[in-house]
Nanobody, 120 residues
Framework: QVQLVESGGGLVQPGGSLRLSCAAS????????MAWYRQAPGKKRELVAR???????LYADSVKGRFTISRGNAQNTVYLQMNSLKPEDTAVYYC??????????????WGQGTQVTVSA
């Protein structure tokens, strides 16, 4: 059974940093196009960072230059390094396959996500 587990969230002051981790199990995703998403209260889930099968990266304009998506050395891990965090980055963060590449039909069951709160 495919499972996604996100971790690393927390409370951080504006300007701070966090590193999120995503562990995927149940299949080999080391060459899959993966992505990080976030959902703020009352808003739709949005895609913020993508990594292709060839490890190219793409970002939403709102996080470009501040967030970095990468794959870990351990198989099936994806990271999101978040720097210069802003209050508007507050959301629950999720990883999954890249829905822009695979379409929604290619999404895996969503994990629990990890809460990121940016506040003074």
């Amino acid at each position: 059974q495919v499972q996604l587990v996100e971790s690393g969230g927390g409370l951080v002051q504006p300007g701070g940093s966090l590193r999120l981790s995503c562990a995927a199990s149940g299949s080999d995703f080391s060459k899959s196009a993966m992505a990080w998403y976030r959902q703020a209260p009352g808003k739709k889930r949005e895609l913020v960072a993508r990594i292709t099968s060839g490890d190219s990266t793409l970002y939403a304009d709102s996080v470009k230059g501040r967030f970095t998506i990468s794959r870990g050395n351990a198989q099936n891990t994806v990271y999101l390094q978040m720097n210069s965090l802003k209050p508007e980055d507050t959301a629950v963060y999720y990883c999954n396959t890249d829905r822009l590449y695979y379409s929604d039909s290619g999404l895996l069951p969503w994990g629990q996500g990890t809460q990121v709160t940016v506040s003074a």
